[in-house]
């Protein structure tokens, strides 16, 4: 049986009502929420390396950092990285492109004189405002077809999926083998 596969893609419509077509045709990875919202995440990441890199010469992983660092206002590489959703080692990275032109700078930690503490320097503070302005709009773009109100909604539907996939992940991490668990710290 042939497939339109750009059909099914750009079908909109009830999830639960594409479900039930599964029983009409095999089920395949389009049919997952998980991979609709790496789709989504990847296309979102496209858009702002479009926007971004070209006026203010930084990746989107750079900006993640830039903004989370912004929140976080002070805090090691490690806890950087895991806010960020950024590797260890791609965050150590980008971490030390982003001190080298001028945008985090480093502090003495009070609390362990071994470590060091990352914050935003001047620069970093000012450029973390100007994409953050930039951002926002996009946004609006990426949203244009929804309701003041569907977008809220889709906002806390969004922010308890995350809730509940966090607490399953915590969940499989305390039964998984160390082997395990290095190599999603490698992916």
Known sequence: MTRNHDDLDSKAGDYFKRREALQEREADIRDLFSFQVQRLASLSTRIAALSIRPRYGITPREWRVIAVLKYLEKTSLQDLAKHSGVLKSQMSRTVSALIERGY????????????????????????????????????????????????????????????????????????????????????
């Open 104 to 187: 985090i700078a480093k502090a003495a930690n009070p609390e362990d004189g071994r470590s060091i503490l990352l914050q935003l320097s001047a620069e970093g503070l000012e450029l973390s405002s100007k994409v953050l302005e930039d951002s926002f709009r996009r946004n609006d773009e990426m949203l244009a077809t929804l309701s003041h109100a569907e977008q809220q909604i889709l906002v806390e539907l969004l922010r308890r999926v995350t809730q509940t996939s966090s607490k399953y992940y915590h969940e499989l991490k305390s039964s998984a083998s160390q082997s395990d668990l290095k190599s999603i710290e490698e992916e």
